[in-house]
């Protein structure tokens, strides 16, 4: 399998990276404690699905980000501790990691490209079924939502699409209308200029201003965001992302590779490659307003691809039973021990039964 355009991977810059902590010590696992791993039929597609936690405790359905970045390959290092309080599900989104790899074509073309676009409108449906497949296999009444930046898009359209299939939505990083690149390349063109970079000024020089027709421009820009990013934040270290044995292996990475390429591709979109972008269609500040359950946003300082200004306005113009904003001077877009903290500390909150 290989890809027609050079791997983005841009996923990384929306991928949710979370503070390990020391796993808890369980006893002999008992009738309550389950683990599951394995393809689950949503919406006719076979999605990879993982379960781990007490079956009594409250249900958590994480939405990575990307759109390719999966959490599976990493849920065991990361999430030890939450799995003693809450029930852990990750899923990989239609078009990535293990999802993509049961399906991927033999080569990334055009015409694949075309033939098997990603939207927003079809991955809430595939959200919302996974919903209700847990609450039936589960037992549960309703569940917890959890969206970071792409996951936070699916997470808002389900949340005030079916609210009664949820306790409460939690975002973090949460896209509002990320489709202004011009913006971003001004903000990053003007920390660049004042750090004197050289390098990342001739980079940005060479792409000139958004709007750009292909998704690797894009990925371009998404770099040099990064970087600034991650000068003035606290950053994930890079053991965070050390992949369960079962998934180190060539063709999981394979698959997470391409996906990330796939799912970006439609995120953005591409002129050239016939694809359309799914962020062009998201505009919460005119038409999703109203939630029916309590919602906590989580937002760093330094983010510069869902900035605080976007979020703040959004979050306050929405209207829902229970709303909190907690604002992290030392994060950026993604996650570190503050994010985890204040995630944590919110899961606790929510009244789940």
Known sequence: MKAIFLPLSIAALLFICILPIPAQNKDARSTQWISEAQFVSIN????????????????????????GSVMSPYSDNLYKELEKDFVIVNWDQRGAGRTFGKYAPDELTP?????????????????IQVSEYLIKHLGKRKIILFGT?????LGVTMATKRPDLYYAYVGHSQLVTPDDDLLLYNNVYKLAKQNNDQEFLKILDDLGTPPYDKARS???????????????????????????????????SLNRELGDDYSFVNFVGDQQLGVKSMRATIHFLQ???????????????????????????????????????FLLPTAAHGFNAA???????????????
């Open 111 to 127: 015409a694949y490209l075309q033939a098997n676009p990603l939207s927003v409108e079809q991955m809430a449906a595939d959200g």
């Open 218 to 252: 894009v990925g371009k820009l998404f770099r040099v965001v990064k970087k600034y990013e991650k000068a003035h934040s606290t950053p994930a270290p890079s053991s965070w992302f050390t992949e369960a044995p079962d998934y180190n292996n060539a063709k999981d």
């Open 149 to 153: 930046s792409w996951g936070s898009v």
């Open 287 to 325: 038409n999703n307003l109203q939630f029916k359950i309590p919602v906590y946003f989580i937002q760093g300082e330094h983010d510069l691809l869902t900035s605080k200004e976007k979020t703040t306005a959004y979050f306050n113009k929405l209207q829902a039973p229970e709303k909190e904003y």
């Open 44 to 67: 006719g597609l076979e999605q990879w699905i993982t379960i781990k936690g007490v079956r009594s405790k409250p249900v958590i359905l994480l939405w990575h980000g990307g759109p």
């Open 339 to 353: 994010v985890l903290e204040t995630q944590y500390k919110v899961f606790k909150r929510i009244k789940a039964l």
